[in-house]
């Protein structure tokens, strides 16, 4: 079976106003408020791709990056051989 994951969430800092509303979106908590409020990546293995960090952001300022598809047993297999 797949499993999908999170690449990157990339963060435009240059059109985030710090509004906090994808941070509070994120129900893993994989986003953080960093010190002047733009959210920062925290655990981004929590990622479910929920995509709502994106879906919310009234700035367009968050992109969630999406891996290519990985089965887990192609996964185990290249983390066992590793």
Same mark, same amino acid.
């Given at each position: 079976m797949a499993k999908k994951r999170a690449r990157e969430i990339h963060i435009n800092s240059l059109w985030c106003k710090s509004c906090g509303i994808c941070v509070a979106f994120c129900?893993? +908590?994989? $986003? %953080?408020? +960093? #010190?002047? +409020? =733009?959210? %920062? =990546? #925290?655990? $981004?293995?929590?990622?479910? $791709? &929920?995509? $709502? &960090?994106?879906? #919310? &952001?009234?700035?367009?300022a968050v992109v969630v990056i999406e891996e290519k598809e990985v089965s887990t047993a192609h996964a185990a297999a290249a983390a066992h051989a590793g």
């Open positions: 129900q893993p +908590g994989v $986003l %953080q408020a +960093g #010190r002047d +409020g =733009v959210p %920062q =990546v #925290r655990d $981004l293995e929590a990622c479910t $791709l &929920c995509m $709502l &960090c994106e879906l #919310r &952001c009234p700035d367009f």
